[in-house]
């Protein structure tokens, strides 16, 4: 058990809909990282917070955002859903969000667009 | 442009033997980095790390070993288990800048028992 939590573990949904994914991270962890994974491809970095702000972004599609609220819980909301997106979603967490710490990932969400 | 590239996209080893899981990378401003393991409905554990100041680091059956000149690491895993069959991610980061990580393709190792 890495320590962080995502939630939902499935999710099913149609094109054009609109999704909230949700991740608590390691106790003590001030940063959280978002990570799609598509079909037999490797971690595609999303974005990155530390402490309630926007760190560093990575491959993020302008429709999707995410925040990172005061208790560090973060939320990574999807819109205008296509086909494509069907992938796992993964969050990560570290304590300082330097690049010389290990991250450590929750499951996932499995994301189904119909 | 794909930075950090693992080649085989599947190995399987004998139970017993040694597993060298390979990963190459093109950026020479990455300075750290790691593997992780990853079994089906889990996301990735991390297994182990190696700043580029070493050129090798060890953790129980896992060595990692990092060429700087060549660009080049790799996972050692002596002797293999039945429960290592899992898909490896390598990934790297450089400790200027974002820290993001990069991650590679993964290869799915299996150990036949």
């Known amino acids: 058990d890495s320590g962080v939590t995502q939630t939902p573990k499935h999710l099913i949904t149609a094109t054009g809909q609109r999704v909230t994914l949700r991740c608590s991270p390691r106790s003590g962890d001030l940063s959280v990282y978002w990570y799609q994974q598509s079909l037999d491809q490797g971690l595609q970095f999303l974005i990155q917070?530390?402490?309630?702000?926007?760190?560093a972004k990575g491959n993020i599609l302008e429709r999707f955002s995410a925040q990172q609220f005061p208790d560090l819980h973060s939320e990574l909301n999807l819109s205008s859903l296509e086909l494509g997106d069907s992938a796992l979603y993964f969050c990560a967490s570290s304590p300082l969000g330097q690049g010389n710490q290990p991250q450590h990932f929750g499951d996932g969400t499995r994301l189904s667009i119909l | 442009d794909q930075q950090v590239k693992q080649n085989s996209p599947s190995l399987s080893v004998q139970e017993g033997r040694i597993s060298i899981l390979n990963c190459d990378y093109t950026?020479?401003?990455?300075?750290?980095f790691l593997w992780y393991k990853k079994y089906p409905a889990e996301g990735p554990t991390f297994l182990i790390s190696?700043?580029?100041?070493?050129d090798k680091n060890e953790d129980g059956r896992f060595t990692v070993f990092l060429n700087k000149s060549a660009k080049h690491l790799s996972l050692h895993i002596v002797p293999s288990q039945p429960g290592d069959s899992a898909v490896y991610f390598c990934?790297?980061?450089?400790?200027?800048?974002?820290?993001?990580?990069?991650f590679g393709t993964g290869t799915r190792l299996k150990v036949l028992a």
């Open positions: 990934a790297a980061s450089a400790s200027s800048g974002t820290y993001k990580y990069i």
């Open positions: 917070y530390y402490n309630g702000e926007e760190r």
């Open positions: 950026n020479s401003m990455f300075d750290y």
């Open positions: 190696i700043s580029s100041i070493k």
